[in-house]
């Protein structure tokens, strides 16, 4: 997440969510049937679960099989995952790639698929690698992937004569232009905790380098380093520009703003301003990497999460699940899915690309050409750290960025308390 409505504010700490178990209604039995295989999905919102569906769909007609689709919105099924894999999940679940996948390999709770990996093609190492337990097994089919990356209309840079920038002198320098033209510089939007993760998480690539970033990701750095007060002190002066309340706005009504016009930029990834302009306005979305903080880092760092599937170790049906997994690593299947989804690019490298819209090439080109890639902040942590420190700290930096000695201070006590529970 990483997409959590749940954890909005201070309110819950690590162990307080008490919801009901939403996610077990579709776990099957002993007697579950060999030619209906479930889905757990995270695809609440309308458009992705549309393309889900079409793909599910060439699936059941070629193989005779059922797919019986579990539904959740995307913030629960993050937020209640653990319990969902311990209790009775479905054979196969959308998830994540890299430390989000081995945190729960690692927990004993999912199906070692490298026999399937044997008779994979058409992935790169890194995809394998993004794939791959610590244990050095594949747990992960990956299905598609999403740059990161600060959007913007053409039609509004050209109206106020704006330029790209590529430093962060110039970025500062556009934020304050937009706002003395009376325009919103950046649209944000952090209610479900996880939007503005996006920001630190290149703020410190590009201020300390992805090697870094990745350290203090897994613990081993600390986050009372100066360098990390580095990067809250760098965001907090571009504070001022921000939509203000942002804490109760959601990222959807963040990006309308940028559909709207009301708004000149905004951190986010290809889907989410994506999926709020329409047809005709596309032609007119735009982006361009974060600009650049310090010259040996350059804008050498990515950020763009891979989502695939995973197969649960309580899966009832193995085989169907093993069948449908095989099928989704398809070229195939990634296409079916796109056609409906023009705010993803496929991974798989025999997916045809001629289909591709403005901002897909785009997209391919910033990840093929960049020297790192990363996950997302929720991504390449321990997910108990993300959802009950970070999402927490974060809100409270938005709502306060004057307290920055304070506030690395805690996120390094929880960090240490949490990192040290393994």
Request: aromatic share 12%; net charge negative; glycine share 8%.
């Amino acid at each position: 997440m990483s997409r959590r409505s749940l954890l909005r504010g201070a309110a819950l700490g690590a162990g307080a969510v008490t919801l009901p178990s939403l996610l077990t209604a579709c776990g099957g039995g002993p007697g579950a049937d060999a030619d209906t295989i479930k889905m757990g999905s995270n695809a609440s919102d309308p458009i992705p679960k549309k393309s889900y569906g079409q793909a599910f769909a060439a699936y059941e007609k070629k193989s005779k099989k059922t797919i019986k689709v579990n539904t959740v919105d995307h913030n629960t099924f993050q937020e209640n995952i653990n319990r969902y894999l311990q209790g009775t999940p479905d054979d196969v679940f959308m998830w994540f790639a890299g430390y989000r996948m081995q945190f729960f390999a690692k927990k004993g709770l999912l199906s070692d698929i490298s026999d399937l990996w044997e008779g994979f093609d058409g992935f790169s190492d890194a995809l394998k690698k993004q794939s791959t337990g610590e244990d050095g097994k594949q747990y992960f089919v990956p299905y598609y992937y999403y740059p990161w990356a600060v959007f913007y209309r053409k039609s509004v840079f050209e109206k106020g004569g704006y330029e790209v920038p590529k430093t962060f002198d110039d970025y500062r320098a556009l934020a304050r232009k937009m706002d003395k033209d009376g325009l919103v510089p950046f649209a944000f939007g952090d209610k479900d905790g996880w939007p503005a993760m996006g920001t630190f998480d290149y703020l410190n690539m590009r201020a300390n380098g992805y090697d870094f970033h990745i350290s203090l990701m897994s613990g081993e750095e600390s986050w009372t380093d100066p360098r990390v007060k580095n990067v809250f002190d760098l965001w907090r002066g571009l504070m001022p520009y921000h939509q203000k309340g942002a804490n109760g706005r959601s990222w959807q009504e963040a990006c309308q703003a940028l559909q709207q016009k009301k708004a000149g930029m905004a951190v986010y990834g290809l889907p989410h301003p994506g999926q709020q302009f329409s047809q005709a306005d596309r032609e007119d979305l735009d982006f361009f990497p974060f600009p650049e903080i310090a010259p040996e880092h350059g804008q050498d760092a990515v950020e763009a999460p891979i989502d695939g599937f995973l197969m649960a170790k309580k899966a009832r049906n193995t085989s169907g699940a093993k069948d449908l997994l095989k099928y989704l690593a398809t070229p195939e299947a990634e296409e079916l899915y796109l056609k409906s989804d023009p705010n993803n690019v496929a991974v798989h490298e025999d997916a045809d690309a001629a289909s591709y819209n403005t901002l897909q090439k785009k997209a391919a080109e910033l990840v093929s050409g960049a020297k790192q890639i990363s996950q997302f902040m929720d991504r390449d942590t321990r997910p108990d750290f993300a959802s009950t420190v970070m999402i927490r700290a974060i809100q409270e930096f938005i709502n306060n960025p004057n307290d920055i000695d304070g506030l690395v201070k805690d996120i390094e006590r929880q960090k240490k308390d949490i990192f040290a529970a393994d």
